[in-house]
Protein backbone atom coordinates (compact mmCIF):
# COMPACT_ATOMS: atom_id res chain seq x y z
CA UNK A 1 0.00 0.00 0.00
CA UNK A 2 3.00 2.07 -0.22
CA UNK A 3 1.70 4.06 -2.94
CA UNK A 4 -1.26 5.74 -0.92
CA UNK A 5 1.49 6.89 1.90
CA UNK A 6 1.06 10.71 1.34
CA UNK A 7 1.71 13.46 4.09
CA UNK A 8 -1.09 14.22 6.67
CA UNK A 9 -3.00 17.17 5.60
CA UNK A 10 -3.07 20.60 7.82
CA UNK A 11 -6.05 20.11 10.35
CA UNK A 12 -8.88 21.63 8.71
CA UNK A 13 -10.49 24.26 10.80
CA UNK A 14 -11.79 26.84 8.46
CA UNK A 15 -13.81 26.95 5.50
CA UNK A 16 -10.98 27.99 3.25
CA UNK A 17 -9.04 24.57 4.45
CA UNK A 18 -11.69 22.64 4.09
CA UNK A 19 -12.26 23.48 0.82
CA UNK A 20 -8.35 23.09 -0.42
CA UNK A 21 -8.41 19.79 1.15
CA UNK A 22 -12.23 18.83 -0.45
CA UNK A 23 -10.11 19.57 -4.03
CA UNK A 24 -7.16 17.84 -3.13
CA UNK A 25 -8.68 14.61 -2.12
CA UNK A 26 -11.89 15.23 -5.04
CA UNK A 27 -9.43 14.10 -7.40
CA UNK A 28 -8.53 10.74 -5.90
CA UNK A 29 -12.54 9.60 -4.81
CA UNK A 30 -12.28 7.08 -7.50
CA UNK A 31 -9.88 5.34 -5.87
CA UNK A 32 -11.56 5.37 -2.67
CA UNK A 33 -13.57 2.06 -2.73
CA UNK A 34 -10.10 -0.17 -3.40
CA UNK A 35 -8.01 2.45 -0.69
CA UNK A 36 -10.42 3.22 2.01
CA UNK A 37 -10.45 0.39 4.43
CA UNK A 38 -6.40 0.13 4.86
CA UNK A 39 -5.12 1.69 7.83
CA UNK A 40 -2.08 3.61 6.61
CA UNK A 41 0.16 6.35 7.97
CA UNK A 42 -1.09 9.76 7.26
CA UNK A 43 -4.39 8.48 6.46
CA UNK A 44 -4.12 10.13 3.04
CA UNK A 45 -6.49 7.24 1.49
CA UNK A 46 -9.67 8.78 3.33
CA UNK A 47 -10.96 12.63 3.32
CA UNK A 48 -10.37 13.44 6.75
CA UNK A 49 -12.93 15.84 5.96
CA UNK A 50 -15.40 15.05 8.75
CA UNK A 51 -15.19 17.81 11.60
CA UNK A 52 -15.67 20.26 8.29
CA UNK A 53 -18.55 18.25 7.12
CA UNK A 54 -20.12 17.77 10.66
CA UNK A 55 -19.81 21.30 12.13
CA UNK A 56 -20.96 22.42 8.44
CA UNK A 57 -18.09 24.20 7.31
CA UNK A 58 -18.72 22.84 4.23
CA UNK A 59 -21.73 20.91 3.17
CA UNK A 60 -22.46 17.36 2.38
CA UNK A 61 -23.42 18.70 -1.09
CA UNK A 62 -20.74 20.69 -1.90
CA UNK A 63 -18.50 17.31 -0.90
CA UNK A 64 -20.48 15.40 -3.45
CA UNK A 65 -20.85 17.84 -6.33
CA UNK A 66 -17.26 17.85 -6.22
CA UNK A 67 -16.27 14.42 -6.47
CA UNK A 68 -19.09 14.34 -9.25
CA UNK A 69 -17.35 17.24 -11.08
CA UNK A 70 -13.86 15.13 -10.54
CA UNK A 71 -15.45 11.39 -11.65
CA UNK A 72 -18.80 10.02 -13.22
CA UNK A 73 -20.64 8.92 -10.50
CA UNK A 74 -20.03 5.01 -11.06
CA UNK A 75 -16.65 5.86 -10.03
CA UNK A 76 -17.16 8.05 -6.91
CA UNK A 77 -20.65 5.84 -5.99
CA UNK A 78 -18.82 4.21 -2.95
CA UNK A 79 -17.62 7.67 -1.66
CA UNK A 80 -21.16 9.57 -2.21
CA UNK A 81 -22.82 6.77 -0.24
CA UNK A 82 -20.22 7.26 2.89
CA UNK A 83 -21.01 11.04 2.67
CA UNK A 84 -24.53 10.26 2.66
CA UNK A 85 -24.47 7.96 5.93
CA UNK A 86 -24.23 11.04 7.94
CA UNK A 87 -27.88 12.14 6.94
CA UNK A 88 -29.07 8.32 7.42
CA UNK A 89 -27.60 8.10 10.84
CA UNK A 90 -28.63 11.87 11.90
CA UNK A 91 -32.74 10.79 9.76
CA UNK A 92 -32.88 7.79 11.66
CA UNK A 93 -32.06 9.68 14.97
CA UNK A 94 -34.26 12.81 14.55
CA UNK A 95 -37.31 10.49 14.20
CA UNK A 96 -35.90 8.44 17.37
CA UNK A 97 -34.81 11.05 20.05
CA UNK A 98 -35.56 8.12 22.76
CA UNK A 99 -32.28 6.22 22.10
CA UNK A 100 -30.01 9.17 22.50
CA UNK A 101 -31.74 9.99 25.58
CA UNK A 102 -31.21 5.80 26.25
CA UNK A 103 -27.45 6.36 25.77
CA UNK A 104 -27.65 8.89 28.23
CA UNK A 105 -28.73 6.76 31.14
CA UNK A 106 -26.79 4.15 29.91
CA UNK A 107 -23.51 6.27 30.97
CA UNK A 108 -24.94 7.17 33.95
CA UNK A 109 -26.14 3.88 35.40
CA UNK A 110 -22.19 2.72 34.92
CA UNK A 111 -20.68 1.56 37.88
CA UNK A 112 -17.09 2.81 39.21
CA UNK A 113 -15.48 -0.76 38.49
CA UNK A 114 -16.27 -0.28 34.52
CA UNK A 115 -15.20 3.44 34.84
CA UNK A 116 -11.88 2.36 36.30
CA UNK A 117 -11.21 -0.74 33.77
CA UNK A 118 -12.54 2.00 31.16
CA UNK A 119 -10.07 3.88 31.85
CA UNK A 120 -7.05 1.29 31.67
CA UNK A 121 -8.73 1.27 27.85
CA UNK A 122 -8.97 4.62 27.00
CA UNK A 123 -5.39 5.49 28.62
CA UNK A 124 -3.52 3.13 26.24
CA UNK A 125 -2.83 0.29 28.89
CA UNK A 126 -4.87 -2.60 27.47
CA UNK A 127 -2.10 -4.85 26.95
CA UNK A 128 -3.07 -5.04 23.81
CA UNK A 129 -0.43 -3.19 21.38
CA UNK A 130 -2.52 -1.93 18.16
CA UNK A 131 -5.39 -1.22 20.40
CA UNK A 132 -3.39 0.95 22.96
CA UNK A 133 -1.87 2.81 20.37
CA UNK A 134 -5.36 3.83 19.07
CA UNK A 135 -6.48 4.91 22.40
CA UNK A 136 -2.84 7.12 22.24
CA UNK A 137 -3.54 8.30 18.11
CA UNK A 138 -7.30 9.31 19.35
CA UNK A 139 -5.76 11.27 22.68
CA UNK A 140 -3.29 13.17 20.85
CA UNK A 141 -4.77 13.67 17.36
CA UNK A 142 -8.80 13.94 18.19
CA UNK A 143 -8.86 11.47 14.80
CA UNK A 144 -9.42 7.58 14.21
CA UNK A 145 -10.06 5.96 11.07
CA UNK A 146 -13.05 4.45 10.51
CA UNK A 147 -11.67 1.24 10.05
CA UNK A 148 -9.85 1.26 13.71
CA UNK A 149 -12.88 3.16 15.30
CA UNK A 150 -14.72 -0.61 14.26
CA UNK A 151 -11.61 -2.29 15.98
CA UNK A 152 -11.41 -0.42 18.94
CA UNK A 153 -15.38 -0.72 20.08
CA UNK A 154 -15.47 -4.08 19.32
CA UNK A 155 -12.63 -4.67 21.33
CA UNK A 156 -13.79 -2.32 23.68
CA UNK A 157 -17.23 -3.86 24.03
CA UNK A 158 -17.28 -7.46 22.90
CA UNK A 159 -13.24 -7.89 24.36
CA UNK A 160 -13.31 -6.20 27.46
CA UNK A 161 -16.99 -6.38 28.20
CA UNK A 162 -17.22 -2.62 28.74
CA UNK A 163 -20.41 -0.86 28.22
CA UNK A 164 -20.77 0.31 24.84
CA UNK A 165 -22.01 3.94 25.91
CA UNK A 166 -19.13 4.65 28.00
CA UNK A 167 -16.96 4.22 25.05
CA UNK A 168 -19.30 6.06 22.83
CA UNK A 169 -18.55 8.73 25.30
CA UNK A 170 -15.15 8.76 25.60
CA UNK A 171 -15.62 9.59 21.27
CA UNK A 172 -17.55 12.19 22.14
CA UNK A 173 -14.80 13.38 24.38
CA UNK A 174 -12.34 13.31 22.31
CA UNK A 175 -13.29 13.10 18.69
CA UNK A 176 -13.05 16.50 16.93
CA UNK A 177 -15.73 14.86 14.15
CA UNK A 178 -17.68 13.95 17.41
CA UNK A 179 -21.50 13.94 16.30
CA UNK A 180 -24.34 12.53 18.45
CA UNK A 181 -25.86 10.53 15.47
CA UNK A 182 -23.12 8.42 13.86
CA UNK A 183 -21.08 7.91 16.87
CA UNK A 184 -24.25 6.77 18.93
CA UNK A 185 -25.60 4.71 16.23
CA UNK A 186 -22.12 3.16 15.47
CA UNK A 187 -21.95 2.25 18.30
CA UNK A 188 -24.84 0.42 19.18
CA UNK A 189 -24.35 -1.20 15.90
CA UNK A 190 -20.94 -2.37 16.93
CA UNK A 191 -22.76 -3.52 20.04
CA UNK A 192 -25.66 -5.44 17.90
CA UNK A 193 -28.58 -4.10 19.29
CA UNK A 194 -28.85 -1.19 16.35
CA UNK A 195 -29.54 -4.54 13.25
CA UNK A 196 -30.80 -6.68 16.09
CA UNK A 197 -28.66 -9.82 16.09
CA UNK A 198 -25.97 -8.20 13.99
CA UNK A 199 -22.55 -7.24 15.80
CA UNK A 200 -19.63 -6.74 14.61
CA UNK A 201 -16.69 -8.60 15.66
CA UNK A 202 -12.86 -7.45 15.90
CA UNK A 203 -10.45 -9.99 14.12
CA UNK A 204 -7.08 -10.53 14.14
CA UNK A 205 -6.72 -11.86 10.57
CA UNK A 206 -8.78 -8.66 9.72
CA UNK A 207 -6.49 -6.45 11.00
CA UNK A 208 -3.25 -8.01 9.76
CA UNK A 209 -4.94 -7.63 6.46
CA UNK A 210 -5.87 -3.92 6.32
CA UNK A 211 -3.57 -2.40 8.96
CA UNK A 212 -0.03 -1.24 7.16
CA UNK A 213 1.96 -2.20 10.09
CA UNK A 214 0.16 -3.58 13.39
CA UNK A 215 1.96 -3.88 16.83
CA UNK A 216 1.94 -7.35 17.62
CA UNK A 217 2.18 -7.96 21.66
CA UNK A 218 -0.91 -8.77 22.79
CA UNK A 219 -2.46 -10.09 19.36
CA UNK A 220 -3.60 -13.30 20.79
CA UNK A 221 -6.31 -11.15 22.90
CA UNK A 222 -8.39 -10.61 19.49
CA UNK A 223 -8.72 -14.55 19.03
CA UNK A 224 -11.45 -16.53 19.41
CA UNK A 225 -13.49 -13.59 20.96
CA UNK A 226 -17.29 -14.62 21.51
CA UNK A 227 -20.27 -11.89 20.33
CA UNK A 228 -21.84 -10.22 23.57
CA UNK A 229 -25.37 -10.62 23.30
CA UNK A 230 -26.60 -7.38 24.86
CA UNK A 231 -30.26 -6.49 25.06
CA UNK A 232 -31.57 -2.94 23.80
CA UNK A 233 -33.08 -1.13 26.62
CA UNK A 234 -33.73 2.28 24.17
CA UNK A 235 -37.46 3.08 22.74
CA UNK A 236 -37.23 3.17 18.89
CA UNK A 237 -40.56 4.42 18.86
CA UNK A 238 -40.61 7.07 15.71
CA UNK A 239 -41.74 10.18 15.44
CA UNK A 240 -43.15 12.44 13.32
CA UNK A 241 -40.24 14.99 11.87
CA UNK A 242 -41.83 18.55 12.44
CA UNK A 243 -42.51 20.81 9.24
CA UNK A 244 -39.83 23.15 9.07
CA UNK A 245 -39.13 26.28 6.64
CA UNK A 246 -35.87 26.03 4.69
CA UNK A 247 -36.03 29.95 4.12
CA UNK A 248 -36.67 32.40 6.41
CA UNK A 249 -40.12 34.17 5.80
CA UNK A 250 -39.57 38.03 5.27
CA UNK A 251 -41.02 40.12 8.48
CA UNK A 252 -40.94 43.25 9.37
CA UNK A 253 -39.95 42.36 13.53
CA UNK A 254 -36.46 43.12 14.37
CA UNK A 255 -35.07 39.81 13.60
CA UNK A 256 -31.81 38.12 15.28
CA UNK A 257 -30.00 35.77 13.59
CA UNK A 258 -28.26 33.09 15.92
CA UNK A 259 -25.21 30.82 14.75
CA UNK A 260 -24.09 27.79 16.52
CA UNK A 261 -21.57 25.00 16.02
CA UNK A 262 -23.93 22.35 13.80
CA UNK A 263 -23.64 24.98 11.09
CA UNK A 264 -20.58 27.16 10.37
CA UNK A 265 -21.39 27.85 7.29
CA UNK A 266 -25.02 29.80 7.36
CA UNK A 267 -24.24 32.91 4.83
CA UNK A 268 -24.33 30.01 2.33
CA UNK A 269 -27.32 28.18 2.77
CA UNK A 270 -31.22 30.04 1.75
CA UNK A 271 -30.53 32.47 4.92
CA UNK A 272 -27.91 34.55 2.78
CA UNK A 273 -30.59 36.52 2.12
CA UNK A 274 -31.52 37.86 5.44
CA UNK A 275 -31.15 40.76 6.83
CA UNK A 276 -30.96 40.52 10.33
CA UNK A 277 -30.78 44.05 13.01
CA UNK A 278 -28.23 41.72 15.30
CA UNK A 279 -26.04 38.54 14.62
CA UNK A 280 -24.91 36.16 17.42
CA UNK A 281 -23.13 32.96 18.09
CA UNK A 282 -23.77 30.05 20.67
CA UNK A 283 -20.75 29.08 22.05
CA UNK A 284 -21.56 26.70 25.12
CA UNK A 285 -17.95 25.15 26.86
CA UNK A 286 -18.78 21.50 26.67
CA UNK A 287 -16.61 20.44 30.28
CA UNK A 288 -16.92 16.94 28.34
CA UNK A 289 -14.62 17.80 25.84
CA UNK A 290 -11.12 17.37 25.20
CA UNK A 291 -7.96 19.95 24.46
CA UNK A 292 -7.41 18.98 20.83
CA UNK A 293 -11.79 18.93 20.11
CA UNK A 294 -11.83 22.47 21.88
CA UNK A 295 -9.07 24.00 20.16
CA UNK A 296 -10.66 22.95 16.93
CA UNK A 297 -13.48 24.45 17.62
CA UNK A 298 -12.59 27.87 18.76
CA UNK A 299 -10.88 27.97 15.41
CA UNK A 300 -14.11 27.03 13.37
CA UNK A 301 -16.06 29.47 15.60
CA UNK A 302 -13.72 32.38 14.96
CA UNK A 303 -13.55 31.65 11.27
CA UNK A 304 -17.11 31.01 11.11
CA UNK A 305 -18.08 34.72 12.97
CA UNK A 306 -15.42 36.50 10.79
CA UNK A 307 -16.98 35.03 7.66
CA UNK A 308 -20.80 35.61 8.85
CA UNK A 309 -19.98 39.14 9.86
CA UNK A 310 -18.68 40.18 6.80
CA UNK A 311 -21.68 38.90 4.80
CA UNK A 312 -24.40 40.70 7.31
CA UNK A 313 -22.58 43.00 7.85
CA UNK A 314 -22.58 43.24 12.07
CA UNK A 315 -20.34 42.67 14.43
CA UNK A 316 -21.49 38.94 15.56
CA UNK A 317 -22.26 38.96 19.89
CA UNK A 318 -20.78 36.13 21.79
CA UNK A 319 -23.27 33.93 23.88
CA UNK A 320 -22.77 30.65 26.45
CA UNK A 321 -26.30 30.00 27.78
CA UNK A 322 -30.11 30.07 26.84
CA UNK A 323 -29.69 32.85 29.56
CA UNK A 324 -27.62 35.43 28.14
CA UNK A 325 -29.23 34.96 24.69
CA UNK A 326 -32.11 36.46 25.64
CA UNK A 327 -30.22 39.05 28.17
CA UNK A 328 -28.89 40.13 24.37
CA UNK A 329 -32.09 39.67 22.60
CA UNK A 330 -33.60 42.51 25.10
CA UNK A 331 -30.81 44.36 24.55
CA UNK A 332 -31.07 44.54 20.74
CA UNK A 333 -35.08 44.90 21.05
CA UNK A 334 -35.62 41.87 19.09
CA UNK A 335 -38.83 40.54 18.54
CA UNK A 336 -37.84 37.62 16.01
CA UNK A 337 -35.08 34.86 16.14
CA UNK A 338 -34.04 32.67 13.46
CA UNK A 339 -31.59 29.99 13.74
CA UNK A 340 -30.77 26.46 12.36
CA UNK A 341 -32.36 23.99 14.18
CA UNK A 342 -29.92 21.65 16.21
CA UNK A 343 -29.88 18.00 15.69
CA UNK A 344 -30.94 16.00 18.05
CA UNK A 345 -27.61 15.55 20.49
CA UNK A 346 -25.75 17.77 23.21
CA UNK A 347 -26.50 21.34 21.46
CA UNK A 348 -30.20 20.53 21.41
CA UNK A 349 -29.77 19.53 24.92
CA UNK A 350 -28.41 22.81 25.94
CA UNK A 351 -30.54 25.03 24.26
CA UNK A 352 -33.86 23.59 25.46
CA UNK A 353 -34.50 25.79 27.67
CA UNK A 354 -34.61 28.48 24.79
CA UNK A 355 -37.99 28.57 23.46
CA UNK A 356 -39.91 28.50 26.64
CA UNK A 357 -37.64 31.81 27.51
CA UNK A 358 -38.27 33.06 24.23
CA UNK A 359 -41.88 32.70 24.73
CA UNK A 360 -41.98 34.39 28.09
CA UNK A 361 -40.01 37.34 26.63
CA UNK A 362 -42.29 37.82 23.48
CA UNK A 363 -39.88 36.42 21.13
CA UNK A 364 -40.93 34.71 18.12
CA UNK A 365 -38.54 31.67 17.06
CA UNK A 366 -38.29 30.85 13.53
CA UNK A 367 -35.95 27.56 12.96
CA UNK A 368 -34.61 26.72 9.67
CA UNK A 369 -33.79 23.36 8.12
CA UNK A 370 -31.59 23.00 5.13
CA UNK A 371 -33.19 21.95 2.19
CA UNK A 372 -31.07 18.40 1.70
CA UNK A 373 -31.81 17.74 5.47
CA UNK A 374 -35.52 17.64 4.64
CA UNK A 375 -35.45 15.61 1.49
CA UNK A 376 -33.21 13.44 3.12
CA UNK A 377 -34.09 12.46 6.69
CA UNK A 378 -37.33 11.37 6.37
CA UNK A 379 -35.74 8.49 4.31
CA UNK A 380 -34.05 7.23 6.92
CA UNK A 381 -37.27 5.26 7.98
CA UNK A 382 -35.81 1.62 8.10
CA UNK A 383 -32.58 0.47 6.78
CA UNK A 384 -29.53 2.19 4.97
CA UNK A 385 -29.76 0.64 1.84
CA UNK A 386 -33.51 1.52 1.00
CA UNK A 387 -32.38 4.80 2.06
CA UNK A 388 -29.87 4.73 -0.39
CA UNK A 389 -31.85 3.52 -3.17
CA UNK A 390 -33.83 6.20 -2.78
CA UNK A 391 -31.41 9.14 -1.73
CA UNK A 392 -28.99 8.00 -4.90
CA UNK A 393 -31.94 8.61 -7.59
CA UNK A 394 -30.62 11.72 -8.44
CA UNK A 395 -27.05 11.32 -9.23
CA UNK A 396 -28.00 8.04 -11.54
CA UNK A 397 -30.05 10.05 -13.88
C1 LIG B 1 -17.72 3.40 16.54
C2 LIG B 1 -17.78 4.50 15.52
C3 LIG B 1 -17.96 5.82 15.92
C4 LIG B 1 -18.05 6.85 14.99
N1 LIG B 1 -18.23 8.14 15.43
C5 LIG B 1 -18.34 9.14 14.53
C6 LIG B 1 -18.53 10.49 14.96
O1 LIG B 1 -18.65 10.78 16.15
N2 LIG B 1 -18.58 11.46 14.01
C7 LIG B 1 -18.48 11.17 12.68
O2 LIG B 1 -18.52 12.09 11.88
N3 LIG B 1 -18.33 9.90 12.25
C8 LIG B 1 -18.24 8.88 13.13
N4 LIG B 1 -18.06 7.60 12.68
C9 LIG B 1 -18.12 7.34 11.23
C10 LIG B 1 -16.77 7.35 10.47
O3 LIG B 1 -15.83 6.57 11.16
C11 LIG B 1 -16.21 8.75 10.27
O4 LIG B 1 -17.20 9.61 9.72
C12 LIG B 1 -15.02 8.74 9.31
O5 LIG B 1 -14.05 7.83 9.77
C13 LIG B 1 -14.45 10.12 9.19
O6 LIG B 1 -13.23 10.10 8.54
P1 LIG B 1 -13.04 10.72 7.09
O7 LIG B 1 -13.57 12.10 7.04
O8 LIG B 1 -11.61 10.53 6.72
O9 LIG B 1 -13.97 9.75 6.24
P2 LIG B 1 -14.01 9.38 4.70
O10 LIG B 1 -13.77 7.92 4.60
O11 LIG B 1 -13.17 10.26 3.89
O12 LIG B 1 -15.52 9.59 4.32
C14 LIG B 1 -16.01 10.79 3.71
C15 LIG B 1 -17.09 11.38 4.58
O13 LIG B 1 -18.20 10.50 4.63
C16 LIG B 1 -18.80 10.53 5.95
N5 LIG B 1 -18.70 9.19 6.51
C17 LIG B 1 -17.83 8.22 6.18
N6 LIG B 1 -18.08 7.09 6.87
C18 LIG B 1 -19.14 7.37 7.67
C19 LIG B 1 -19.89 6.61 8.60
N7 LIG B 1 -19.62 5.32 8.85
N8 LIG B 1 -20.91 7.22 9.25
C20 LIG B 1 -21.22 8.51 9.01
N9 LIG B 1 -20.57 9.28 8.11
C21 LIG B 1 -19.54 8.70 7.45
C22 LIG B 1 -18.01 11.56 6.74
O14 LIG B 1 -18.64 12.80 6.66
C23 LIG B 1 -16.67 11.58 6.03
O15 LIG B 1 -15.99 12.77 6.20
C24 LIG B 1 -17.96 6.55 13.61
C25 LIG B 1 -17.76 5.21 13.20
C26 LIG B 1 -17.67 4.21 14.14
C27 LIG B 1 -17.45 2.79 13.67
Known amino acids: MQDILFPQPSPTATRAEALAQLDIFA ?60 SYWKGWL ?32 S ?13 D ?3 LHNHA ?19 AQHFMKHLIDADAASNTLSWRWVAGIQTMGKSYLVRRDNIERYHHDPAVEGFAMLENIAPRLLTDTASRASIALPTLTEECPSSLQRTALLLHEEDLSVETTALAS ?26 AFADARKRAEKHYLHSCAMMHSPQEIIEWLKRENITRL ?22 SNGIEL ?32
Open 149 to 167: RMWWASFWIHQQGLPWALG
Open 27 to 86: ARTHRYARERNFVVAGHGNVSQLSPAIQHRLISQNEVIDRALQAHPFPAVEKFVQEVLWR
Open 338 to 359: VMMQPFVGPLRDTLSPLSTLLK
Open 127 to 139: GCAVMDDFSRELL
Open 274 to 299: LTPQALGMFHFSDQNQSQARAEWRDR
Open 141 to 143: TGY
Open 366 to 397: VTVRRREDTELFPMAKSGFFPFWEKASRRFQA
Open 94 to 125: EMRPGVWTDYLQQISACSEDELAKAATVTTGR
